[in-house]
C-alpha cells in the first residue's frame, strides 16, 4: 500500500462508523438544542453528554435528561415531582426509567450512558426534563434505528 493512501483509508474508516453517542445542550430556556435521537442499532451502549449552556442555578432553572418509554412519561414526572432536586425529581428506584442524568445548573456538564439492550426498535422512547413544570415542553423522542 502506498504511504500517502494511509490518511485517507484512516478518515474513510472513521466516516463509515456509527457514533454510540450524542451531545445535547439546554440553556436559561425550556428546550433541549435536538428533538430526535438515533440510536445505531449496532450499539451496544449509548452515551448522552448534556450542557446546560446558560447562566441560571440549577435551582432556579435547572435541566437534565431522562429516557422512558413515551407512555411512561407523564407518570414518572407526575411520581418524581415531589421527590427533590437532590432526587433530579425522580422517583428513586423507578424501573420505568431507562437513563437518566442530574439535573445541573448554567455552565455544568453531565453524562449518562446505557445499555441498547434496554431498547426495543418497535418501541417509542421520549427523552425529557424532569424538573417540575419544564416535562411538557422539554422533550424529544428517541429510536433504534435497524
Same mark, same amino acid.
Not at 474508516?13 to 451531545?23: G, L
Not at 437513563?99 to 455544568?108: F, H, K, L, Q, R
Not at 426498535?121 to 422512547?125: D, I, L
Given at each position: 500500500m502506498r504511504l500517502y493512501l494511509l490518511p485517507l483509508a484512516f478518515i474513510s474508516?472513521?466516516?463509515? @462508523?456509527?457514533?454510540?453517542?450524542? @451531545?445535547i445542550s439546554s440553556g436559561d430556556t425550556w428546550s433541549y438544542d435536538t428533538k430526535e435521537i438515533t440510536v445505531p442499532a449496532d450499539c451496544k451502549e449509548f452515551t448522552v453528554n448534556f450542557t446546560h449552556k446558560g447562566k441560571m442555578s440549577k435551582e432556579g432553572l435547572g435541566h437534565n435528561w431522562?429516557?422512558? %418509554? *413515551? @407512555?411512561d412519561v407523564n407518570a414518572i414526572a407526575q411520581d418524581g415531582g415531589t421527590q427533590g432536586l437532590e432526587n433530579n425529581f425522580l422517583k428513586q428506584g423507578d424501573d420505568r426509567v431507562i @437513563?437518566? *442524568?442530574?439535573?445541573?445548573?448554567?455552565?455544568?456538564s453531565t453524562s449518562t450512558t446505557f445499555k441498547t439492550s434496554a431498547l426495543d426498535? %418497535?418501541?417509542?422512547?421520549t427523552f425529557f426534563c424532569s424538573f417540575p413544570g419544564h416535562t411538557f415542553m422539554m422533550r424529544g423522542s428517541l429510536k433504534v434505528n435497524n
Open positions: 474508516s472513521i466516516a463509515s @462508523a456509527n457514533t454510540c453517542e450524542v @451531545a431522562v429516557l422512558a %418509554k *413515551t @407512555a @437513563a437518566n *442524568t442530574s439535573i445541573i445548573g448554567g455552565g455544568e426498535a %418497535k418501541e417509542n422512547y
